[in-house]
């Protein structure tokens, strides 16, 4: 398990953001950094390569998609099975799927099978 890697969360809801980098911190990961739009994940996973991404389905746009294809260290979080959520499930796989609510156990699990 490896809690130097940094984390990014993406999310356009401020307060769930916080939400997840509570559990997160509480649970040992302290290089945890935000974005409220895809376009500024986007910025930070062109620069960045060893960064594990958590990401809202509505923000997942074709390039992060491109980037997230090349790696095997990102969670998509959803709030509904819709068919972008379904088209993600396919092209980047369910493992890499999860939707809310979820319990913060749930979350450190999934994250650390891909760690």
Do not use: W
């Not at 307060?15 to 302290?30: C, D, I, P, W, Y």
């Not at 996973?45 to 509505?58: C, E, G, H, M």
């Not at 491109?66 to 260290?73: G, H, M």
């Not at 068919?83 to 156990?105: C, D, E, I, R």
């Amino acid at each position: 398990m490896n809690y130097s890697n940094p984390i990014l969360i993406c999310d356009n809801n401020a307060e769930f953001r916080a939400l997840v980098r509570e559990m997160l911190t509480k649970n040992g990961f302290f290089h945890v950094m935000e974005a409220a739009k895809g376009s500024e994940a986007l910025e930070v996973l062109r620069v960045k390569n060893d960064i594990f991404v958590l990401i809202s389905a509505k923000e997942v746009s074709a390039e992060i998609t491109d980037i997230l294809l090349s790696q095997n260290n990102y969670l998509i979080f959803t709030d509904n099975i819709d068919p972008l959520t379904l088209t993600l499930s396919a092209k980047l796989g369910v493992g890499h799927v999860m939707s809310y609510p979820f319990h913060s156990q749930k979350l450190m699990d999934k994250i650390h099978s891909f760690l």
